[in-house]
């Protein structure tokens, strides 16, 4: 019974983190409540379907690592919970990609939570993370994928090296951006402020998909510009910017997802919040979820 009421509380959670991402507005090239960013093929309706698709594919995999150390066997059961999690995405997403990359990020960190049974502990969270992701999984599918064929042209890592690595960009950038950001600033505000972060310092495969290297770079000098000039008015002017050179940037939204969660688990621990009630803060605002 502690492991379903803890594994149910951890998928809980991060379906909330992936809900709060989305409806954070306004986010640059990024669907969110006001537009559907750089993509025509997306929506705030079809973002928070399927999120809330993922919820059994976030406990399953908590289930499978429940106060078990990582071996092959469970990571390669872990990649399957993923790669079955992505059907059911696509099929409520009508074959649109919404968050493939958040079930591998987020799905680990679940794993890694669950492994020590709900606690959350940093650095430990991201390196129990990073073991279980560099496991050799010999069911993974040979087809390319966005991210690879980025690796490939630019030999730039992505998502999967960003876990291996035990998440860098979330230890060295997002996650005390957000901590000290909060400390100033608005819910929201400390939110959008470390999304940024993210855009500025991260190798977004996603912004090099759709631009290239020099679609890149014009991002994140874009995105430093704001940081020395934040405002909610410059914020929306990055967005018709972003989208302007169809730029979005998807790896730095998975991240700040993922440090939401983390953050939010945290939090729960220590406020001994009800399990089942899992609060969203959108916009300085709470509501039930």
């Avoid at 390669?76 to 993923?82: N, S």
């Avoid at 999690?85 to 960190?109: P, Q």
């Avoid at 890694?112 to 560099?134: C, H, K, Y």
Wanted: net charge positive.
């Amino acid at each position: 019974m502690k492991q379903h009421v803890i594994c149910k509380r951890i998928a809980d959670e991060a379906v909330a983190a992936l809900i709060e991402e989305v409806q954070l507005t306004p986010k640059p090239g990024l669907v969110d409540t006001e537009n559907n960013g750089a993509h025509h093929d997306l929506s705030l309706t079809k973002m928070q379907n399927s999120a809330h698709s993922l919820h059994n594919t976030f406990y399953q995999m908590a289930m499978l690592s429940f106060d078990r150390q990582p071996t092959v066997e469970i990571r390669e059961q872990f990649g399957a919970i993923g790669r079955y999690g992505e059907k059911e995405m696509f099929a409520v997403t009508e074959n649109s990609n919404t968050h493939k990359g958040a079930i591998w990020s987020i799905g680990l960190l679940c794993s890694a939570i669950a492994r020590r049974q709900g606690q959350v502990l940093f650095p430990q969270v991201f390196n129990d993370a990073a073991e279980l992701a560099n496991l050799p999984d010999q069911y993974i599918p040979k087809s390319k994928t966005n991210g690879s064929k980025v690796k490939e042209n630019y030999g730039i890592p992505g998502a999967r090296e960003e876990a291996q690595q035990a998440f860098p960009h979330i230890q060295k950038f997002s996650l005390p951006a957000f901590l000290q950001a909060a400390q100033r600033m608005s819910l929201r505000d400390a939110k959008l402020h470390t999304l940024l972060v993210l855009i500025a310092n991260l190798n977004d495969t996603c912004l090099l998909h759709r631009g290239g290297l020099e679609g890149l770079e014009f991002a994140k000098q874009e995105a430093k510009k704001l940081l020395t000039n934040f405002s909610i008015s410059n914020m929306k002017k990055l967005d018709e910017l972003y989208i302007k050179h169809w730029l979005s940037p998807g790896g730095s939204a998975d991240l700040l997802a993922a440090t939401l969660f983390v953050i939010n688990m945290s939090d729960k621990l220590k406020r001994g919040a009800q399990h089942g009630k899992v609060e969203l803060h959108v916009s300085g605002k709470s509501s039930g979820y």
